[in-house]
Nanobody, 113 residues
Framework: QVQLVESGGGLVQPGGSLRLSCAAS????????IGWYRQAPGKQRDLVAS???????GYDDSVKGRFTISRDNAKRTVSLQMNSLKPEDTAVYYC???????WGQGTQVTVSS
């Protein structure tokens, strides 16, 4: 079964940290780069970070120095470590097999005091 499943969202105070995980099926993990996207209410879905099969990473300017994307080939997971969180990071976060139609179901991240 081809799928992506996110986990790890929640409520955190400003300045706090969260770690999101995306578990991918074998076919997706072996074929695609993986991206983390986010969508706030009333806004478009934007790319936050991405990682290629070879481990090359890219970040949106808004999260550089605060977020780190990584992949564990043995576990077939892609993680997003989010530090120094800000209220404007509040959104639903999705993982996506880039250049495909495969998306996860999303996980809510809320940064609020």
């Amino acid at each position: 079964q081809v799928q992506l499943v996110e986990s790890g969202g929640g409520l955190v105070q400003p300045g706090g940290s969260l770690r999101l995980s995306c578990a991918a099926s074998r076919s997706i993990f072996s074929l695609y780069a993986i991206g983390w996207y986010r969508q706030a209410p009333g806004k478009q879905r934007d790319l936050v970070a991405s990682i290629t099969r070879g481990g090359n990473t890219g970040y949106d300017d808004s999260v550089k120095g605060r977020f780190t994307i990584s992949r564990d080939n043995a576990k077939r997971t892609v993680s997003l470590q989010m530090n120094s969180l800000k209220p404007e990071d509040t959104a639903v976060y999705y993982c996506h097999a880039m250049d495909s139609t495969y998306w996860g179901q999303g996980t809510q991240v809320t940064v609020s005091s």
